[in-house]
């Protein structure tokens, strides 16, 4: 396993930041981890990477970053309705995804072509058109920073979240995840009532609805409406659907009858952000090489060569905006380093 020295991270995260790391290595077992984990100078900083889709680099990484390729995918146990597998870290969430489907397992049709690994769909609970990682998962190992020991988090462990998990908080900065283990079911009840997924199907001319034709549906939706990354540097949704009280949703729908907002837990509402955005006016705004998308108000973008701190005062920007127009604090989904 070899240690590089200040490394460009420029092709190792979606918004396309030019920074470094002042170390970096790959990691394709827990052995390595554990080795890693064990030669590193105290207290030096660990930074664990995926596929980098979900973070915004504002600075040159100082300690050492960690890329975790943990791959392998194994059929743990299986009932009449159900199987288990667990998959490394290092997997790459679609192929994952379209390894479930070639197999006609579900579970995990609705969150097809969501980009990075496997190893952090259970940081923010991935979801997407109306189904959370949450609902497939059934335990990750994770090896502890500090002591370098392998302990097991079942879901409750997790504390799982809109967008968010115990790696998000308590134990933010603490483990390296090294495997998932999800639940998929043989007989599936496929969820297809959020967006635009029946309106796809039926263009598609799907009479038989199956995993794959709802998979095929969400990649389609999202093709054509999200910007890819290889073309234009984001990180998808830069900040979290707000989720405020009825009451607050109410008198805001007086004051913007459009308002778009969901019904979230007892007594709250959850408010599109995009909209928002889209309504104080930032959408397609853009400032030398880096702005808000066009076409998606949620997902700031670096057109060429911007950097995390120009990214990082636009969003700062938005959040003031936001609050002094609709009261409401936008709070960062992506990880900004
Ligand atoms: P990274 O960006 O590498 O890391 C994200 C965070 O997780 C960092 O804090 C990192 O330290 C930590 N981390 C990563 N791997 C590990 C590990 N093994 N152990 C411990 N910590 C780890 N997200 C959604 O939820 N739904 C969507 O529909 C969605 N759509 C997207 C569309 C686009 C175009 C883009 C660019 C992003 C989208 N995202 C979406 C966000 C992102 O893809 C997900 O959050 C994804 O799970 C991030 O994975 P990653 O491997 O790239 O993580
Ligand atoms: P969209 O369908 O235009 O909807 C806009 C927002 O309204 C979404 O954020 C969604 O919240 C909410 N929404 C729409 N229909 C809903 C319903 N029936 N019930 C509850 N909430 C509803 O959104 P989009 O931007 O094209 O994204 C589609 C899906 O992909 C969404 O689930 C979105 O979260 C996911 N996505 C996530 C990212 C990311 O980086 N996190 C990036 C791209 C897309 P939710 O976000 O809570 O679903």
Same mark, same amino acid.
């Given at each position: 396993?070899?240690?590089?020295?200040?490394?460009?991270?420029?092709?190792?995260?979606?918004?396309?930041?030019?920074?470094?790391?002042?170390?970096?290595?790959?990691?394709?077992?827990?052995?390595?981890?554990?080795?890693?984990?064990?030669?590193?100078?105290?207290?030096?900083?660990?930074?664990?990477?995926?596929?980098?889709?979900?973070?915004?680099?504002?600075?040159?990484?100082?300690?050492?970053?960690?890329?975790?390729?943990?791959?392998?995918?194994?059929?743990?146990? @299986?009932?009449?309705?159900?199987?288990?597998?667990?998959? +490394?870290?290092?997997?790459?969430?679609?192929?994952?995804?379209?390894?479930?489907? &070639?197999?006609?397992?579900? +579970?995990?049709?609705?969150?097809?072509?969501?980009?990075?690994?496997?190893?952090?769909?259970?940081?923010?609970?991935?979801?997407?058109?109306?189904?959370?990682?949450?609902?497939?998962?059934?335990?990750?190992?994770?090896?502890?920073?500090?002591?370098?020991?392998?302990?097991?988090?079942?879901?409750? &462990?997790?504390?799982?979240?809109?967008?968010?998990?115990?790696?998000?908080?308590?134990?933010?900065?603490?483990?390296?995840?090294?495997?998932?283990?999800?639940?998929?079911?043989?007989?599936?009840?496929?969820?297809?009532?959020?967006?635009?997924?029946? @309106?796809?199907?039926?263009?598609?001319?799907?009479?038989?609805?199956?995993?794959?034709?709802?998979?095929?549906?969400?990649?389609?939706?999202?093709?054509?409406?999200?910007?890819?990354?290889?073309?234009? +540097?984001?990180?998808?949704?830069?900040?979290?659907?707000?989720?405020?009280?009825?009451?607050?949703?109410?008198?805001?729908?007086?004051?913007?009858?459009?308002?778009?907002?969901?019904?979230?837990?007892?007594?709250?509402?959850?408010? &599109?952000? +995009?909209?928002?955005?889209? @309504?104080?006016?930032?959408?397609?705004?853009?400032?030398?090489?880096?702005?808000?998308?066009?076409?998606?108000?949620?997902?700031?973008?670096?057109?060429?060569?911007?950097?995390?701190? @120009?990214?990082?005062?636009?969003?700062?920007?938005?959040?003031?905006?936001?609050?002094?127009?609709?009261?409401?604090?936008?709070?960062?989904?992506?990880?900004?380093?």
């Amino acid at each position: 396993m070899e240690i590089l020295k200040n490394y460009s991270l420029k092709s190792h995260n979606t918004f396309g930041i030019d920074a470094s790391a002042e170390a970096f290595a790959i990691i394709s077992s827990i052995d390595e981890l554990q080795e890693l984990l064990e030669i590193r100078t105290a207290k030096k900083q660990i930074n664990i990477l995926g596929g980098g889709s979900n973070i915004l680099l504002t600075q040159d990484l100082p300690g050492l970053t960690i890329l975790n390729s943990i791959t392998g995918i194994e059929h743990l146990s @299986q009932s009449e309705d159900h199987v288990l597998i667990k998959s +490394g870290a290092g997997e790459v969430w679609h192929e994952f995804v379209m390894y479930c489907i &070639a197999r006609d397992l579900a +579970g995990v049709e609705n969150l097809s072509l969501i980009p990075g690994r496997v190893g952090a769909a259970p940081m923010q609970n991935i979801g997407a058109y109306g189904i959370e990682l949450k609902e497939v998962f059934h335990s990750l190992e994770a090896v502890e920073i500090n002591s370098g020991e392998v302990v097991t988090f079942d879901k409750s &462990a997790c504390d799982f979240g809109y967008r968010s998990s115990t790696f998000k908080k308590e134990n933010k900065g603490q483990y390296v995840i090294v495997s998932v283990t999800m639940k998929l079911s043989k007989k599936p009840s496929l969820n297809t009532s959020y967006g635009a997924i029946n @309106q796809e199907l039926e263009a598609m001319g799907v009479d038989n609805l199956s995993i794959a034709a709802v998979s095929q549906a969400v990649i389609n939706i999202r093709s054509s409406k999200l910007p890819d990354p290889a073309v234009i +540097g984001n990180a998808g949704s830069f900040f979290k659907n707000p989720v405020i009280e009825t009451s607050q949703a109410d008198s805001l729908k007086k004051q913007f009858p459009e308002l778009v907002s969901y019904p979230a837990e007892a007594g709250m509402m959850k408010v &599109a952000a +995009g909209w928002l955005i889209d @309504q104080a006016g930032w959408k397609g705004k853009r400032i030398g090489d880096y702005g808000v998308h066009d076409k998606q108000a949620l997902v700031l973008v670096n057109h060429g060569s911007a950097s995390g701190s @120009q990214i990082r005062d636009l969003s700062a920007q938005i959040q003031a905006d936001i609050e002094k127009k609709f009261g409401i604090r936008l709070e960062p989904e992506v990880n900004i380093w």
